[in-house]
């Protein structure tokens, strides 16, 4: 891909934010899931397997059948708007876009692209070039970093640019994972659900599984799902027997990250444990891995195994805490590209909202 817009002299330099997701297939069938998968499962960050090797079981074994059972699944979730993924991020961009023009006087423009399907990171970055973005701030929509997830959507965001001939400037989020802002909506999105339906025995913090290969080879994951797990406990006021930090998805026979979510509820279920409730901290939108695999396999593994009452917690998706806490992220890292002055207005709603999590003042 060649970037098609042309330099003119004079022309308004704007500043950008681009928000990345995973992705998601167009639509709940294996036609479109084949595609998908495809393209996931062949991104070395993601697969960390000779291809020699790696190819033949994907092409092989994999494609010819994952689609069609994966599209099963998607079709148990999706919305009538579309994929859940989607749906949130698209809304997540929109709020984050009104935030900032409440707060800024000179709002950056906001869109979102998706590292795998549509919209595309080629198609958005090529579309902020023409809106003349000369500044482009990426934040990936993983909270903690993992080589494969914000750095394949890294990957993907130079790999556009390295057939741009204009560069715009570029900075880059890592991670969020102990941000304040992001604990402290964690936190009372936990709380408004048990204020609503009781608290459990057991609350399960699960994040999305990663090969232990990965944690041996240098990346920062565990150690960052362990400190969120953590911050969110301790903002709970839960004691270390009241909360587990587990790890979701396992793909194949190598060991991954432990403990394991399945095996968790597995063993509280034989214990007959009264009540278990899953967070998922890892995930700032609903998908696939949270409406279904957490709220309905991993539900079924609880309860077959003796367990009495299943809860699944949703993710943040739109909630407004969240958001102030999207913008603070945006803000912090826009720092010399825009002057950052807060409105009359956003400064109240910040002060609602800090004095709704506790303050004092």
């Known amino acids: 891909m060649t970037s ?6 004079g022309s308004p330099n704007r500043t ?3 928000l990345i997701n995973l992705g998601t297939p167009d639509a709940p069938t294996a036609q479109a899931l084949r595609p998908y998968l495809k393209e996931f499962l062949s991104n070395p960050r993601v697969i960390e397997i000779p291809k020699l090797i790696w190819w033949p079981i994907l092409h092989g074994f994999i494609l010819p059948f994952r689609p069609k059972a994966s599209a099963e699944k998607y079709a148990k979730i999706w919305m009538p708007e579309g994929s859940p993924l989607k749906i949130h991020t698209e809304r997540q961009t929109r709020l984050l876009r009104d935030e900032l023009h409440r707060r800024l006087q000179n709002p950056p423009i906001v869109e979102y692209a998706m590292n795998i399907g549509k919209p ?3 198609t958005v970055l090529s579309k902020m070039q023409e809106q003349g973005c000369e500044r482009i701030l990426i934040i990936p929509l993983f909270p903690q970093y993992a080589a494969s997830s914000t750095a394949a959507a890294m990957d993907n965001v130079f790999a556009v640019l390295s057939h741009m001939r204009n560069l715009p400037a570029i900075r880059t989020v890592k991670q969020y994972h102990d941000h304040p802002g992001y604990i ?18 057991k609350l399960i913090i699960s994040f999305h599984g990663t090969p232990r290969a990965s944690l041996d080879k240098g990346d920062p994951y565990h150690c960052a799902c362990q400190k969120t797990g953590r911050l969110l406990a301790e903002a709970l006021a839960l004691d270390t027997n009241q909360y587990s930090i587990c790890f ?7 060991k991954w990250l432990t403990p394991y979510t399945a095996t968790t509820v597995t063993q509280l279920g034989k214990e007959q444990t009264q009540r278990v409730d899953v967070v998922c901290p890892g995930f700032v939108s609903d998908c696939l891995e949270t409406l279904e695999e957490i709220a309905m396999e991993v539900k079924d593994t609880f309860t077959q195994a003796g367990g009495k009452e299943f809860h699944y917690i949703p993710c943040l998706n739109e909630r407004s805490d969240w958001i102030q806490a999207l913008a603070d992220i945006t803000c912090t890292h826009l720092q010399g590209w825009l002057e950052i002055q807060i409105t009359e207005e956003a400064a109240k709603l910040s002060r609602k909202l800090a004095l709704e999590l506790g303050a004092s003042n």
Request: proline residues 3%.
């Open 4 to 9: 098609k817009s042309i330099y003119q002299h």
């Open 16 to 18: 950008g934010v681009l």
């Open 120 to 122: 595309s990171v080629a």
């Open 184 to 201: 402290a909506a964690l936190a009372q999105n936990v709380r408004d659900y048990w204020d609503v339906n009781g608290r459990p025995d």
């Open 248 to 254: 979701q998805s396992r793909f194949g026979k190598a």
